[in-house]
């Protein structure tokens, strides 16, 4: 017994270090100490293994781990918190801790101030959050994703009631009395609004994120649709503010008061001094908040056809750059990119707002001058 157990531990060590060597850049498997899954006891090496084993399936991940339980990240923090600083910026010889401050500093921060074009650009805030009292995501069973989204359908019957909110829930849990068809459900990704069939994700899929798709899915989208709920995605709830115009300050201040009034709903947040708001994947630790921006680069892309240098060139301003159908998506023909200032843990709300207009500000200068 002890012996094939030891086979499958060293299998396992192999396997990871054979990535390390063809895959530097996936982030678990840079970070991964044989010597400390070593020592881990049997149920922990297990634990572990849980939530790395998206890395290891899927070589090409970028971060490789996603949490399954809020305490994991305390737990395994030998191994998590290298890959955390390396994908935060966070140097050894600062401490990983987060404040939350969402009060804009002060400098201007409306995008039409760079340039009156960018007013036509679609601007988007979210937040991941997950409450304190289920496992994460990818640890879920059916019966609890079904019991997060009915408390969570509870609080939205409350702000459907309210001004500044109405609106309404969309189901895609099979017999929920809020459950939308296809036709609606594919109009809805088509406009941005509502997430991506997770199930052939194979990122999400190893972790278990995905498991009982459609079951617990869906979407509270307020009556001007620029105040959105996702339940179940990658995190049980993303929260977010989408408009046009370049008020990036009016965009954050929806946003906060959208979560506040939420809040006031639910059970508490997961969250610790430490990590900020705990989250699947530890790229949205802390502030949990990605604000994006779809901008059109046609030079820098060239075309659209050419992702990689202008992924080059945002890094130097601390951007990450997706195409505009999200994550692991291409360019469109125009060269319209989502682009994101990528830490989010040790940063304030406010400082990211700050980043991404200086982040749009130096790109689009580059972009000019291309
Ligand atoms: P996230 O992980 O932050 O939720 P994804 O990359 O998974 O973001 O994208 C989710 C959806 O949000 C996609 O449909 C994407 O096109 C859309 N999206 C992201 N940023 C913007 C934006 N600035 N304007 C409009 N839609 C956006
Ligand atoms: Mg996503």
Not at 12 to 20: F, N, S
Not at 195 to 200: A, E, G, L, Q, Y
Not at 223 to 238: H, I, K, N, S, T
Request: charged share 25%; net charge negative.
């Amino acid at each position: 017994m002890a012996k094939s157990e030891d086979s499958v531990t060293s299998t396992i060590i192999t396997k990871i270090e054979a990535i390390r060597n063809a895959n530097p850049d996936n982030l678990m498997a840079r970070h991964f100490d044989a010597d400390y899954f070593r020592n881990l006891d049997d149920q922990n090496q297990k634990r572990l293994l849980a939530v790395i084993a998206t890395g290891i399936e899927n070589s090409d991940s970028q971060m490789g781990a996603y949490a399954m339980q809020n305490d994991d990240y305390e737990l395994f923090a030998p191994m998590l918190d290298p890959m955390i600083r390396d994908y935060h910026g966070i140097s050894e010889d600062k401490p990983i801790k987060q404040a939350h401050d969402w009060q804009p500093d002060g400098s201007t921060s409306d995008l039409t101030t760079i340039d009156a074009g960018l007013e036509e650009g679609s601007m988007r805030v979210r937040v991941a959050r997950n409450v304190s009292g289920f496992p994460l995501a990818g640890a879920m069973s059916r019966s609890q994703r079904v019991e997060l989204e009915n408390l969570l359908i509870n609080a939205f019957k409350t702000l459907i009631n309210e001004p500044g909110f109405g609106g309404k829930y969309l189901s895609l849990t099979p017999d929920n009395p809020y459950e939308i068809g296809a036709v609606e459900y594919n109009q809805r990704v088509s406009d941005h609004q509502m997430f991506k069939d997770m199930s052939v994700d194979r990122y999400l899929s190893v972790a278990g994120i995905s498991s009982d798709w459609p079951w617990g899915r869906g979407m509270y989208i307020s009556e001007d649709e620029g105040f959105l709920v996702w339940v179940g995605e990658e995190d049980q709830l993303r929260i977010m503010a989408m408009q046009r115009g370049g008020d990036l300050a009016g965009l954050f201040e929806r946003l906060e008061i959208g979560i506040h009034r939420l809040e006031a709903m639910l059970p508490p947040f997961a969250h610790s001094p430490k990590y900020g708001y705990l989250t699947s994947c530890p790229t949205n630790l802390g502030a949990g908040m990605r604000a994006s921006l779809h901008v059109p680069l046609p030079k820098l892309t060239n075309g659209g056809s050419d992702m990689e240098r202008v992924k080059r060139a945002a890094r130097e301003f601390s951007l990450a750059v997706r195409g505009a159908g999200g994550e692991h998506s291409d360019a469109g023909g125009d060269g319209l990119v989502d682009i994101s200032p990528s830490a989010r843990l040790g940063v304030t709300e406010a400082q990211i707002m700050q980043s991404l207009f200086n982040g749009t500000a130096a790109l689009w200068a580059l972009e000019k001058q291309a």
